[in-house]
């Protein structure tokens, strides 16, 4: 009698045990979908915080910490003699004290870097790269960029987001960004 008891406990366990590995295998082949982490994310995402130069607003954190580097380029560029050539224009408003050709230049590029880097709650509408890069369509601009060009804007980026403190690692993504515009930019 005994041997007839210990048999159906065997066999419940070896059932028990056959479920639950059914189960987990079953869980393990239907994982919960990974989000995986954005560029943006990695720059701060979509947290709020203080907007450091406009009181009493929030700015995304991902945003705030492009705009950083943004900005930060924009006046590396301002004193490149090899390539603020391209900008007269709007050293010459920032001269005479006018910043909204700043402001606009700073937010068009904020934008584009947030949606490129993976930030959902923009939408860019400013020109394509090429129209933004040619006299012809963009008065702003003082001649096409050639590749040595390009290599200067790349080095003052590199500046400008030393300047924020950007980790090599994410240097390094928005590199592989940039570098991917570099045949729409360059045009002679």
Known sequence: MKKLTLLPLALVFTMAALLLSFESCSKKSNPKPVVKATLYDSLGGTAMVADPTHSGQMIEKGRLAIRGVIDSTIFVIAGDSRINGHFTVLLSEVTKGD???????????????????????????????????DPATNPRMNGKATSADFDAFVSDLVTGANKNHVPANLLNSIGKIVESLRTTVVQQ
């Open 99 to 133: 910043l909204s050709g700043f402001n606009e230049l700073s937010d068009n590029l904020t934008i584009f870097v947030s949606t490129a880097t993976g930030a959902k709650d923009y939408t860019y509408t400013g020109l394509n790269m090429k129209d933004a890069h």
